[in-house]
């Protein structure tokens, strides 16, 4: 069984920053797309970051780039998600997910789902 738990998030100060951690289990690492979405209160969940470790790639939001950067330990099956310079707007609930076919980061590609982890940003 996939599983996927996040970790990592809370309350900070505009301007500071987090790193999330997505713990995953039941599954080979390697062969999965994992991604970073995130849900801001009123709004439609959106795509963050996307890495496919074993093909060294990886996937930014336009808006996101130069302050988010992914990372993988394969050999803790867990991904992070490093946010720096972090602004008010990135206050949304932030959920990891697992998928064998994504290419695009999109949303739909995903069929699991971390819990989520609520980060928020105090101006």
């Known amino acids: 069984e996939v599983q996927l738990v996040e970790s990592g998030g809370g309350l900070v100060q505009a301007g500071g920053s987090l790193r999330l951690s997505c713990a995953a289990s039941?599954?080979?690492?390697?062969?999965?797309?994992i991604g970073w979405f995130r849900q801001a209160p009123g709004k439609e969940r959106e795509g963050v970051s996307c890495?496919?470790?074993?093909?060294?790639?990886?996937y930014y939001a336009d808006s996101l780039k130069g302050r988010f950067t992914i990372s993988s330990d394969n050999a803790k099956n867990t991904v992070y998600l490093q946010m720096n310079s972090l602004k008010r707007e990135d206050t949304a609930v932030y959920y990891c997910?697992?998928?064998?076919?994504?290419?695009?980061?999109?949303?739909?590609?995903?069929?699991?789902w971390g819990q989520g982890t609520q980060v928020t940003v105090s101006s």
């Open positions: 890495i496919r470790s074993s093909a060294g790639s990886t």
């Open positions: 997910a697992a998928s064998t076919i994504a290419t695009m980061c999109l949303e739909f590609e995903f069929d699991s």
């Open positions: 039941g599954f080979t690492f390697d062969d999965y797309t």
